[in-house]
């Protein structure tokens, strides 16, 4: 079981094994994201601009969203320890301001000779995926 330095061992994980987090996004993430990021794409920033655009208003970073699966995996399932060797994103719908944004990993499968995990992992905004996604980590193992 995981704790605050170390999140689960290899051999504890299986498949169906799921972990959440969820984060209301306000505006101060996207202005925070922006400025860490360096994206000040006017959609995100520039709400006269944003309501000229198919999303009639601002929208979040799909990054930022995206950054709440890496919290997911770094501080849950897998947790502390763990190391990100790939992720696939699908972008499917906007994130606004003041939506409520849950990420959600599920274990699909190991593969024990390289002590990879792979996980289904999507964000969703009252229950519609706005993130779909699969990414493989690296876990520590107990027999190290």
Known sequence: MSDDLHGYFFEELEAGM???????????????FAG???DFNP??????FARTTMFKGRIAHGMLSATFISTVLGMRLPGPGCIYVSQ?????A?????????????????VPEKKFVVLKTTCSVAEKIVIDGEATLMVPSKLQ
Do not use: C, M, Q, Y
Not at 43 to 48: A, R, S
Not at 88 to 92: E, I, M, N, P, S
Not at 94 to 110: C, F, K, L, M
């Open 43 to 48: 959609v995100h920033i520039n709400e006269e």
């Open 88 to 92: 696939a994103l699908k972008f499917k």
């Open 94 to 110: 906007p994130v606004r301001i003041g939506d409520t944004v849950t990420a959600r990993v599920e274990i699909v499968s190991t």
């Open 36 to 38: 860490l990021s360096g």
């Open 18 to 32: 799921s972990a959440t987090f969820a984060k209301t996004v306000t505006e101060a993430d996207i202005v925070s």
